[in-house]
């Protein structure tokens, strides 16, 4: 399958790499075309990767992944282009994270909307799904990584079809059923976009990213 990535940085490159090794063809869009980061990832990773704009990763790509900063996002997704998003599994990432009064940061919305609600609404026709947000990048696409036990990743979104896509992404980086949390409707991101101020102060005392958030039921 084709997979556009929009994000030069260190989530797009280890999902980018990921979808490599799993045998799909990738595409890291970023501002500019010959951006030195994807540049740097295209030569490390091999022939089945390969650079281009947001526009290009987003035509490119059957399914697309949303790894750029959150106060970015809107503006990549412009560039990347309404036209190449439309009909579009799209798997957002990103966080609304606000660094205008230093570390840690607070959330620019939170409570009655969602940075995913707000890209929705910008881009109607693609179909946005809203996962993977609540951790590391490395565990991400290796879940099986930690000792203790399973843990949980959350599902958002509004179209089952593209949450069935995205779950079936989520199955192959090694995410068990029990771990897929569907959680509803794309409202539902509010509420994980709002674990990360607990996620960014458990990281400040284990001192790594190497943990996560574990549901248990009776």
């Given at each position: 399958?084709?997979?556009?990535?929009?994000?030069?940085?260190?989530?797009?490159?280890?999902?980018g790499t990921r979808l490599v090794e799993l045998g799909h063809l990738v595409m890291m869009g970023g501002r500019a075309a010959t951006n030195e980061k994807a540049a740097a990832w295209v030569a490390t990773t091999g022939a089945d990767?390969?650079?281009?704009?947001?526009?290009?990763?987003?035509?490119?790509?059957?399914?697309?992944?949303?790894?750029?900063?959150?106060?970015?996002?809107?503006?990549?997704?412009?560039?990347?282009?309404?036209?190449?998003l439309r009909g579009k599994t799209l798997l957002d990432v990103s966080n609304a994270l606000d660094f205008s009064n230093g570390f840690p940061p607070s959330l620019s919305v939170c409570n009655t909307d969602s940075l995913g609600e707000q890209l929705q609404r910008a881009f109607p026709e693609a179909r946005i799904v809203k996962t993977l947000n609540t951790m590391w990048a490395g565990l991400m696409v290796n879940p099986t990584m930690l000792a203790d036990?399973?843990?949980?990743?959350?599902?958002?979104?509004?179209?089952?079809?593209?949450?069935?896509?995205?779950?079936?992404?989520?199955?192959?980086?090694?995410?068990?059923?029990?771990?897929?949390?569907?959680l509803g409707d794309l409202s539902t991101a509010r509420g994980t976009e709002m674990v990360l101020p607990l996620w960014l102060r458990l990281y400040g005392k284990l001192q790594t990213g190497a943990f996560n958030l574990a549901v248990v039921r009776q």
């Amino acid at each position: 399958m084709n997979i556009g990535i929009l994000g030069t940085g260190s989530v797009g490159a280890t999902i980018g790499t990921r979808l490599v090794e799993l045998g799909h063809l990738v595409m890291m869009g970023g501002r500019a075309a010959t951006n030195e980061k994807a540049a740097a990832w295209v030569a490390t990773t091999g022939a089945d990767a390969s650079q281009g704009t947001f526009a290009d990763a987003a035509a490119f790509g059957e399914i697309l992944f949303n790894c750029t900063k959150g106060e970015a996002s809107a503006d990549a997704l412009r560039l990347a282009g309404a036209d190449n998003l439309r009909g579009k599994t799209l798997l957002d990432v990103s966080n609304a994270l606000d660094f205008s009064n230093g570390f840690p940061p607070s959330l620019s919305v939170c409570n009655t909307d969602s940075l995913g609600e707000q890209l929705q609404r910008a881009f109607p026709e693609a179909r946005i799904v809203k996962t993977l947000n609540t951790m590391w990048a490395g565990l991400m696409v290796n879940p099986t990584m930690l000792a203790d036990g399973a843990h949980s990743v959350f599902v958002s979104g509004n179209d089952a079809a593209a949450k069935r896509q995205a779950t079936e992404l989520l199955r192959a980086f090694g995410w068990p059923d029990a771990s897929i949390i569907d959680l509803g409707d794309l409202s539902t991101a509010r509420g994980t976009e709002m674990v990360l101020p607990l996620w960014l102060r458990l990281y400040g005392k284990l001192q790594t990213g190497a943990f996560n958030l574990a549901v248990v039921r009776q």
